[in-house]
């Protein structure tokens, strides 16, 4: 997805702290040029999907970019945009299986 940081795209997530993610995406480098959020665990409606794009479409966006939680909700529809997702991957620093176990 690397590529996918020269190019205009939409963000949107339904996370508790939605800011967090709009922020990660532009530390990240990606070209938001805009951003919705929905509450956490939302079920997004095919015509909410529908109309994201749309809003996507009059930024200038060359796709949506969400979570993963929330990619696979849209997976099962199909929709003519495209659609990616950050994945993001915890590395632990060393010595933190140690502190896990010592608290434990």
């Known amino acids: ?9 939409y963000g949107f997530c339904g ?3 939605p800011v967090s993610f ?3 995406l532009k530390e990240a ?3 938001l040029t805009g951003f919705k959020q929905f509450q956490d665990h939302y079920a997004y409606a095919y015509d909410e999907v529908v109309a994201l794009i749309a809003e996507a479409r009059l930024s ?3 796709g949506l970019i969400t979570t993963q939680k929330d990619y696979v909700k ?16 915890l590395i632990p620093e060393p010595g933190f299986d140690d502190f896990i176990l010592t608290r434990i």
């Open 29 to 31: 480098g990606f070209n």
């Open 22 to 24: 709009r922020n990660t």
């Open 1 to 9: 997805m690397a590529q996918g940081r020269k190019i205009n795209l």
């Open 74 to 89: 849209l997976a099962t529809m199909h929709v003519d945009f495209p659609v990616f997702s950050l994945r993001v991957e």
């Open 60 to 62: 200038g966006a060359k």
């Open 15 to 17: 996370l508790a702290k």
